[in-house]
Every structure is written in structure tokens, then in C-alpha cells.
Nanobody, 124 residues
Framework: VQLQASGGGLVQAGGSLRLSCAAS????????MAWFRQAPGKEREFVAA????????YYADSVKGRFTISRDNAKNTVYLQMNSLKPEDTAVYYC??????????????????WGQGTLVTVSS
């Protein structure tokens, strides 16, 4: 599966953005999907994940209550709605996919497929 992330940009603190990740391939609905982010000088960190049917989600504590992951299997797309953004949310955001992981898998090495990343900058 090939992934294409979009929707990043510059936003003020407290604002919102919605990221999208479009997937190619007819088997998208069989993959668990996740978002990770990487800030300058830091390791890639888990943000959120959603099961292949969308019935289960999991969030990093740092975004819980502010971010929402969702998916539309008919459109082969996963979304990350980000509200109440903070300057510390500034990072390149990547979508990832894997057929085996469960939603609580937070290790990026466990995901086989990655998008190219989209930059989110939150100004104070």
C-alpha cells in the first residue's frame, strides 16, 4: 500500500487542522492505520492509531482529548483532526499502515508502510 499525507500548515496556538492520508490499493480496509510525528532533533513518536474497521482507537497521552483519528474505508483515507493545538505539537506528521499491529502498537518499527510526512507548525 502507498500512503500520501496532506493537510499540514501553519496555525496559531489554540487552532485546528485536519490531516488526511490517502492510501492506494484495494486492501486498505485490512490495515490498521496510525499517525506518528517527529519534531526537529527528536525521535519519531506515536500519536494515534485506528483499527482496520475503525472500531478501536488509541492515543498518546499528550494528544488525548484534543486529537481524533478516523477513517473512511470507502475513500481509502484516514484522518487526524487536531484541535487546541499547542506549539509543542509542531512536527512533521507521518501516517503509517500495517496489517498485523494492534491499535496499542506504538513502536514505529512495527509499521511496514509510511507516507512522506506533512509539516505542522503551531505558532505561539
Amino acid at each position: 500500500v502507498q500512503l500520501q499525507a496532506s493537510g499540514g500548515g501553519l496555525v496559531q496556538a489554540g487552532g485546528s487542522l485536519r490531516l488526511s492520508c490517502a492510501a492506494s490499493g484495494r486492501t486498505f480496509s485490512s490495515y490498521a492505520m496510525a499517525w506518528f510525528r517527529q519534531a526537529p532533533g527528536k525521535e519519531r513518536e506515536f500519536v494515534a492509531a485506528i483499527s482496520w474497521r475503525g472500531g478501536s482507537t488509541y492515543y498518546a497521552d499528550s494528544v488525548k482529548g484534543r486529537f481524533t483519528i478516523s477513517r473512511d474505508n470507502a475513500k481509502n483515507t484516514v484522518y487526524l483532526q487536531m484541535n487546541s493545538l499547542k506549539p509543542e505539537d509542531t512536527a512533521v506528521y507521518y501516517c503509517a499502515a500495517d496489517r498485523i499491529v494492534v491499535v496499542t502498537t506504538t513502536d514505529p518499527d512495527e509499521y511496514d508502510y509510511w507516507g512522506q510526512g506533512t509539516l505542522v507548525t503551531v505558532s505561539s
